[in-house]
DNA sequence: TTGCGTTAGTGGTCTGACCATTTATGAAAA
DNA sequence: TTTTCATAAATGGTCAGACCACTAACGCAA
């Protein structure tokens, strides 16, 4: 009756651990409070705590040791994918748009390399042999070459639901071609190339 | 000792959650079973329970009204954002790989539209005077012009990102060129000037 | 010094209780 | 009969306390 802010308390509690980590400057890796001490500091119940941190942890946000403790880490959208999915794929067009939108950023990706040169890259001899997971290991490598994580991590959320639709497997030889064209940093080729895998 | 599957209590709840939707194809709107009665069909206590559907609800795939019960609705990301901001913005380089990756969709963007060879669109004409969120309501309209929801969610989502961060408004005079470029078909003009706006 | 059992701390889970809110119920009043 | 309103039932919100399972540190013994 008393709580004037009508919000829930494991929400309360998610903005003060928030503050916590921010005040300090907690980076990944670091450790927070136990649930009982931040039950006590907070005053909120455990249960409310532990809603906050279950709510937390299946954001990708935090890490929980059974014995240890509950931890930092810096954000992976990977984890909630397959939750997501659930929710997102359900209408009927989605596959289909997941399908564009990964083509689409890895074209993007592609354009990028062009347009800032990028020449020698080194990592792309350990890919000669082809390997089931040759087309994520070549995008993650390329995307790293451009220096946005973010965009990396975009591109890995919309590829990880691809793979939970059961999308049949692309043509390995194109992926060799794409990887041979970069070699020789012929990206207009190469932006040809990759178009034919999908479609 | 007996669960072999390892997995905690309330992520299996949240997966037994799941498939109760997918089979019953529930939809935005509709109602899911109360807490007492999960906890009983699930097996769990409802501690659990609400672990699971406190973590969906931060994911803003439920909405939780007290005394009524507990409804599905559509996927917003919108909601986690603040929250996830919090963790994301923490590296001093995220914000500028945000600024780039805006950049970069809206770029995608007017490719794809001149690409589809895009005429005539409509809703323009009611973005004549410049607001504030003329950005916002322009981009709005030009994703939904190549009718893929995905990446307009995902532009969505990294803009609201940016809006978190006090970005500095954006030159509107930029913005009404696009506006016109785009209505006399002229992308690739359109695309020049959107340029500009991030440099 | 090495090895290992003990123990304290921590997360994982459950039970049961009580409060707050909404909606349905049904009796009383018009 | 219709309307009004107190009551009850269902539901989410929260808490306290208990017990289990796991981990790491401690300290004693070999």
Redesign the pocket.
């Given at each position: 009756?008393s709580n004037p802010s009508k919000m829930?308390?494991?929400q309360e509690v998610l903005n003060k651990i928030r503050h916590f980590i921010q005040e300090r400057e907690l980076e990944d890796g670091d450790r927070i409070p136990?649930?009982?001490?931040l039950s006590e500091q907070l005053?909120?119940?455990?249960?409310?705590v532990?809603e906050a941190?279950r709510a937390i942890e299946l954001l990708g946000l935090i890490e929980?040791?059974?014995?240890?403790?509950?931890f930092l880490r810096t954000y992976k959208p990977f984890h909630s994918v397959e939750l997501l999915s659930t929710f997102v794929l359900t209408e009927a067009q989605t596959k289909n748009e997941l399908n564009e939108v990964q083509f689409m950023l890895e074209k993007l990706c592609l354009q990028e390399l062009k347009r800032l040169n990028v020449r020698g890259i080194e990592e792309l001899k350990s890919l000669d042999d082809a390997s089931e997971q040759i087309h994520n290991e070549l995008f993650i490598l390329l995307f790293n070459q451009l220096g946005n994580q973010l965009l990396l991590k975009i591109w890995h959320l919309v590829a990880s639901f691809q793979q939970l639709t059961e999308q049949e497997q692309l043509d390995t030889s194109d992926l060799q071609s794409i990887i041979d064209q970069i070699k020789r940093q012929e990206y207009d080729q190469a932006i040809d190339t990759h178009s034919r895998l999908y479609t």
């Open positions: 009756m829930k308390v494991y136990s649930e009982r001490e005053n909120a119940s455990r249960a409310s532990r941190l929980t040791r059974h014995g240890e403790g509950t």
